[in-house]
């Protein structure tokens, strides 16, 4: 094994925080080498400390569908993607009926997924309705378009506990979205005290150390509930689906780099779609997915690319990961 790496892991797993050039050179390790297997040791024990080794099943359910203006060129509901031609919204009560079934069957945290193009009064009128329903230690996180302090006060008492906002890679290119218009919303959600859960995503071939570096340590700095890491899922004859996808193997690796660069102080470690290999390189939080999803082309994900509980379970039970029971640790962590 190479000894300078070995160094950088054993001292990411004795606390210290590592430099850009230390996550670089980490990143830089092919995939199934010696090296990256004891990288994925060592964030196994960061987990191991900061969870108890346990892994979390979060549900998300997307309550609207249709062409979106911010044309992310990774995203299925993109307007240039053309792939979803009408505006849908979906029933309140059947948004409902997806919460309690999720937090029936055991998902730790339940998201509301909106696009950009859903007005913020009727995404807090559904969610109002949604909170209502729900166990009162159920923890709700809002996952929709870039937003303000009022707003993030507003999504606060309504019952909302924290959200899901990343800076993406290719943020400002491959988006329409300034990315410092993405952190103005991290910091936000912070002064308006909502917990923020973030990763590294959406990662595609393309995208070079020194981005993914970058971007790591702006999850870190985030101080979010949890980062991770997640790859892009190619949409057939879009901009973006020339250049394939990264493999679960290199994906696995890249998750438990997250791990080490963000250390003790980040409850959560995200893979996503979910996969045991990222699991066993020391992922804690996979996502049930139903209604819309930006990385399917049906109306139901249900239907297409979203795991259910079951199989998220199944997941951890073959990683040998035991579930948390109750409400979501993460976004309970101080």
């Keep these: 094994m190479d000894k300078n790496v070995k160094k950088i892991i054993d001292e990411a797993m004795n606390r210290r925080l590592l430099e ?38 979060h549900g998300q359910v997307g309550v609207n569908s249709g062409p979106c203006g911010r044309n992310c060129s990774f995203c299925s509901f993109a307007a240039a993607n053309r792939l979803f031609k009408e505006q849908r919204v979906e029933a309140t009560e059947e948004i409902i009926e997806k919460c309690v079934r999720l ?10 997924m909106a696009t950009a193009t859903l007005n913020f009064p009727e995404f807090l009128d559904i969610s109002s309705q949604v909170k209502k ?28 506990s924290g959200v899901y906002h990343a800076v993406r890679l290719g943020e400002g290119h491959t988006t329409r979205i300034p990315l410092q218009k993405r952190l103005d919303t991290i910091a936000a959600a912070h002064k ?49 689906s020339s250049w394939g996808k990264v493999s679960e193997a290199r994906m696995a690796h890249i998750v438990a780099v997250v791990r080490l660069a963000t250390g003790y102080e980040v409850a959560g470690n995200c893979t996503h779609e979910p996969n045991t290999l990222g699991v066993t390189a020391s992922a804690n939080l996979l996502w049930a997915e139903v209604g819309s999803n930006p990385r399917d082309t049906v109306i139901d994900t249900e239907s297409g690319r979203g795991f259910d509980m079951a199989r998220c379970r199944n997941i951890l039970c073959e990683a040998d990961i035991e579930l948390l029971k109750g409400p979501s640790q993460m976004f309970a962590k101080p």
Aim: glycine share 6%; proline share 6%; net charge negative.
């Design 20 to 57: 850009a050039a230390e996550i670089k050179t980490l990143l830089a390790l092919p995939a199934n080498s010696e090296e990256s297997f004891y990288a994925r040791f060592a964030a196994l024990q960061i987990n191991q400390a900061v969870m108890d080794g346990k892994a979390e099943i």
């Design 103 to 112: 937090q029936a069957e055991g998902a730790n945290a339940i998201y509301l």
């Design 133 to 160: 329903s729900l166990d009162p230690e159920t923890v709700l996180v809002a996952n929709i378009d870039d937003f303000g302090y009022p707003e993030a006060v507003a999504l606060k008492e309504v019952g909302f």
């Design 192 to 240: 308006a005290d909502l917990k923020v859960g973030t990763c590294l995503e959406p990662v595609g071939p393309e995208h070079s150390l020194d981005e993914l570096v970058e971007k790591i340590i702006i999850t870190r700095e985030i101080h979010p509930a949890f980062s991770g890491a997640m790859r892009r899922t190619p949409i057939s004859d879009t901009a973006l």
